[in-house]
């Protein structure tokens, strides 16, 4: 039977995003959203010959779009053992995990796990070359913390990719060392470069090593792995925010064999701004699908692994301090050299030391070349102080945090750095200043879920039970916004997707309720039943559409 052009959406909720939130009915022809209305109008509109989409009682909202992703990461880290609390509590825990993996895994082949949080294993401390070695001594064994920004190899490894005991930490990374000084097999942030070996991609001081390099086939298995953990949470549009060589060669083979459906903003890694200089990319631009005009930079590490920059001391950390990417002013250089070229900034920064420079930079920009409505944003903006968040206001910066990081890793935050972890992503500073509430997950740091993001930040519980800061707690339709169209507008997008309009694209997700009429502690359960893109389904809940 031949698919009609003209789809008519009705039978259940429709929440559309917009002051009218409820409609009764939506009208769409080939990719895009023609009518919103009464079922009256819609049928009117559809004309004759219409196809009806009975959402049989369910809720349709605007597709999800998450503006702060790593597609191949998520992907990739979903091939390697799951470490994460509570299946590994200990190192023994570990030990057994990697051992049970290497067993499905081809004779020889590197053993690698993704997901521990040293603050959650019992022994409160990083794993070492030491205990890999219990998994394997004639092969590479790595494992990556949740966060991303840290790495830790048996001795097989750090021996393969050249690390000695005089090696000096590089600028913005650095190693875990034994009591005598020596390297013991955990790499912070740009120390994870030796990873890339002799063909691998290496950002230096530009940001932690993520790209781990591997054949075009599974490169392009990690883009449909992390792709279809997405479309199946209802994430229609995400913004990969670190794109190398090897992600936009992946993404253009991807999208040309047909494999992409998934719309990306990509946001490339400050070392590239020379290039997009030379190439005279002065705005954004591309396609329906895949779009740039974003740069993404490094201030400083991570919480979760104790790296960021804060005014205070960490109490759980082999190092009391964090540090910076950059030298302060050569952090300010780029910034400023990219806002004058005309390019979105798009800046990592967890502490108040390195949020401080961010400021810094984006108010001497703006004075020095006035760009209205450019939209620097604030990645993480973890724990910014209160007279910075005011300082954000006035310069019309979007913060983009991680409910779910304050979910999964908050209790690890306020041990470590006391009572000011309990402003970890201080939603409620930021609706005090009138700046716009974002939601985002950073996933593979958090799994792609928007009700538990939606929950986490309506409530603020953690997932020990706990609450971390009650004063941020946002509203049900700020959280919704904060994943719809108020994420389209970080990157752009707010004509093309994040709510039911007439004109925009036709990206929903149909969920097996209307959160509305939830219990606020049910949330978390709500499912996404169907994705649709462009007027395809690409999703039905235990099957994805080829």
């Not at 090897?246 to 991807?254: C, G, I, K, V």
Request: hydrophobic share 35%.
């Amino acid at each position: 039977m031949m698919e009609k052009d003209v789809l008519l959406f009705t039978g259940g909720t429709i929440l559309t995003m917009t002051e009218e939130m409820y409609a009764e009915g939506v009208v769409v022809k080939n990719n895009r959203i023609t009518f919103v209305g009464s079922l009256d109008q819609c049928r009117e509109v559809a004309g004759q010959n219409y196809e009806v989409i009975d959402l049989q009682g369910q809720c349709l909202v605007p597709g999800f779009i998450d503006p702060h992703v790593h597609v191949m990461m998520l992907g990739m880290c979903n091939t390697w053992a799951d470490i994460s609390y509570e299946k590994v509590k200990n190192m023994d825990n570990l030990v057994n995990v990697l051992k049970e993996h290497e067993k499905t895994l081809p004779e020889g082949a590197p053993i690698r796990g993704f997901g521990f949080d040293k603050r959650k294993l019992e022994e409160q401390r990083y794993p070492t070359s030491k205990d890999l070695d219990r998994v394997a001594t004639d092969r590479p064994v790595q494992i990556m913390n949740s966060s991303g920004h840290c790495n830790v190899v048996n001795t097989y490894l750090l021996d393969l990719i050249g690390i000695k005991p005089d090696t000096p930490d590089p600028i913005g990374g650095s190693f875990g060392r034994n009591q005598d000084g020596f390297p013991n097999g955990t790499l912070f942030d740009s120390a994870n470069d030796y990873l890339a070996q002799q063909f691998g991609v290496r950002p230096g001081n530009h940001g932690p090593n993520i790209h781990m390099p591997d054949t075009q086939d599974n490169l392009q298995k990690n883009i449909e792995i992390g792709q279809d953990l997405l479309l199946s949470a209802g994430f229609t549009t995400v913004n990969d925010v670190q794109v190398t060589k090897q992600e936009m060669e992946s993404y253009l083979h991807a999208r040309d064999n047909g494999l992409l459906k998934i719309r990306i903003e990509l946001s490339f890694l400050s070392n590239y701004l020379d290039d997009i200089k030379k190439m005279g990319i002065c705005s954004r631009f591309g396609e329906d699908q895949l779009t740039m005009g974003s740069l993404k930079l490094y201030a400083d590490g991570s919480l979760i692994s104790g790296t960021a920059y804060l005014s205070t001391d960490y109490a759980d950390h082999e190092r009391t301090k964090g540090y910076l990417f950059h030298d302060p002013e050569e952090f300010k250089n780029i910034l400023i050299e990219a806002h004058k070229y005309g390019l979105q900034t798009l800046t990592h920064a967890q502490g108040d030391g390195a949020i401080e420079l961010v400021l810094q930079a984006v108010e001497t920009a703006q004075k020095e070349c006035l760009r209205p409505d450019i939209r620097h944003r604030i990645e993480h903006c973890g724990l910014p102080t209160k007279e910075q968040v005011r300082r954000i206001a006035e310069l019309e910066i979007w913060p983009v945090p991680q409910p779910q990081h304050v979910y999964l890793y908050g209790n690890g935050v306020v041990e470590a750095i006391g009572q000011e972890g309990e402003n970890y992503s201080p939603y409620g500073w930021f609706k005090e200043n009138g700046i716009p509430i974002v939601l985002s997950s950073d996933t593979p740091v958090a799994f792609p879920n928007a009700f538990e993001a939606i929950y986490a930040a309506i409530t603020r519980n953690t997932a020990q039970g706990n609450i971390v800061g009650l004063e941020h707690k946002i509203e049900l339709e700020e959280a919704l916004k904060g994943y719809t169209i108020e994420a389209a507008k970080t990157i752009h997008k707010e004509h093309l997707v994040g709510s039911i309009e007439k004109g925009k694209l036709a990206d929903f997700a149909i969920l097996d309720k209307n959160p509305y009429h939830d219990k606020e502690e049910d949330l978390i359960k709500i499912s996404v039943n169907e994705t649709w893109i462009s007027g395809k389904r690409v999703f039905i809940r235990e099957k994805v559409i080829g």
